[in-house]
């Protein structure tokens, strides 16, 4: 039997799905709509037009594109950094 969808329960399943989890490493995943569904114990049905309505998988894709942009710029701070002080000791 599904758990009744709650608005609360909505916007942890949401946050899951947008955000993803973090994992013991500090690695993200990103769990589908079904996987979600199953582990929260609610209709997947419910949940993919509840996604759909509210467009989750947009907002997933703007929250991907803005980790990524913030990725790499953390990265070439670090590459920055690096070379600076790689030019400093020679």
């Not at 993803?20 to 690695?27: F, V």
Request: a negative charge.
């Amino acid at each position: 039997m599904s758990k009744k969808l709650t608005e609360e329960l909505a916007q942890i399943i949401r946050d899951e799905f947008v955000h993803g989890l973090l994992n013991e490493d500090g690695e993200r995943s990103f769990p589908t709509i079904e996987a979600l569904a199953k582990s929260h114990g609610v209709a997947r049905t419910t949940l993919y037009r509840r996604s759909s309505d509210q467009s989750w998988q947009i907002q997933k894709n703007q929250y991907q594109s803005e980790l990524t942009q913030k990725l790499d710029s953390e990265r070439m701070q670090k590459m920055v950094s690096d070379n600076k002080r790689l030019d400093d000791c020679l």
